[in-house]
């Protein structure tokens, strides 16, 4: 069952890996950067949404409940400490 869902993961992010893959060999400069979740709680709460949701788009006229304290403590720079 654990390599059905691996394999079946490979398989959707598949055309997206492609995708950066091209975009990464075009004539130009590009940084790749990972950052922690705990640096970028909003990036984090929308992934999280979208893994949650039936639909293949969503779009909000304003954030989504939850998302919007995480954007205060952005703006103000407040940052969360990793725990490890």
């Not at 654990?2 to 993961?9: E, N, P, T």
């Not at 997206?16 to 400069?29: A, H, P, S, V």
Request: aromatic residues 12%; hydrophobic residues 50%; glycine residues 2%.
């Amino acid at each position: 069952m654990l390599l059905d869902c691996y394999l079946l993961i490979k398989w959707v992010y598949r055309a997206l890996i492609f995708e950066i893959r091209e975009l990464l060999r075009r004539d130009w400069t590009v940084r790749i950067e990972h950052t922690f979740r705990e640096a970028n709680f909003c990036a984090d709460f929308m992934a999280k949404l979208a893994t949650s949701c039936d639909n293949g788009l969503m779009i909000w006229d304003e954030p989504p409940q939850g998302l919007q304290q995480l954007l205060l403590a952005d703006i103000m720079r407040i940052s969360f400490p990793r725990i490890v």
